[in-house]
């Protein structure tokens, strides 16, 4: 997520690469403070072939004065391990 609310930190991030398996749906999302929160739908690429996948994510601070930071601006969040059935 780049903008007001931080950065998820996704190292496949860049689904253009058709070796990537998983990322987000959009390539940038921006939210105001006072929205309270945002999804952020996260897909898989067809390079993820036919079966399960397991991944892992956290937000990231954002670089420079006016960027997000938690736990200020958001709550900071980590998720060891997620799988993706798939289809």
């Known amino acids: ?12 991030e860049d689904l253009s690469n058709p070796s990537q398996t998983v990322g987000f749906k959009c390539s940038a999302y921006s939210v105001l403070e ?12 067809e390079a993820a072939g036919n079966g399960a996948i397991t991944f892992g994510w956290r937000t990231q601070d954002g670089e420079g004065e006016a960027a997000a930071k938690a736990p200020k601006d958001y709550e900071a969040c980590c998720v060891d391990s997620v799988t993706m059935e798939a289809g």
Not at 34 to 45: C, L, P, Q
């Open 1 to 12: 997520m780049k903008g007001a609310a931080g950065q998820i930190d996704v190292a496949n």
């Open 34 to 45: 006072s929205a309270g929160t945002v999804k952020v739908k996260i897909i898989r690429s």
